[in-house]
């Protein structure tokens, strides 16, 4: 069983940045995409972020484009997204997972492992 563990939330001023970090344990990753969503309160679930597994391609959801980087380390089974020029409608869980595929998608339904989340809170 695939396990994703995210860590890096936490509060932060609207400008700051953070770093959330995705560990993957119990499987391989090596080529499927990987991809990171959010949902804030009554809000639908949003699609942020997506790498293919070699790290050579990314997509990103308008609203984070030039602000947030997805990363990943396969050595490491790890995947990151850089988070800068946050503001405060960046606030939501923010959730990583595993694509059933090794291509670029942003429908929740073609990932089927999911982390716990972590809470990302920008303040004004």
């Known amino acids: 069983q695939v396990q994703l563990v995210e860590s890096g939330g936490g509060l932060v001023q609207a400008a700051g940045s953070l770093r959330l970090s995705c560990a993957a344990s119990?499987?391989?990753?090596?080529?499927?995409?990987m991809g990171w969503f959010r949902q804030g309160p009554g809000l639908e679930r949003e699609f942020v972020a997506a790498?293919?597994?070699?790290?050579?391609?990314?997509d990103y959801t308008a609203s984070v484009k030039g602000r947030f980087t997805i990363s990943r380390d396969n050595a490491k089974n790890t995947v990151y997204l850089q988070m800068n020029s946050l503001k405060p409608e960046d606030s939501a869980v923010y959730y990583c997972?595993?694509?059933?595929?090794?291509?670029?998608?942003?429908?929740?339904?073609?990932?089927?492992?999911w982390g716990q989340g972590t809470q990302v809170t920008v303040s004004s």
């Open positions: 790498i293919t597994w070699t790290g050579g391609t990314t």
């Open positions: 119990g499987g391989s990753f090596s080529i499927n995409a």
């Open positions: 997972a595993r694509s059933r595929r090794f291509v670029l998608t942003r429908s929740p339904g073609d990932y089927d492992y």
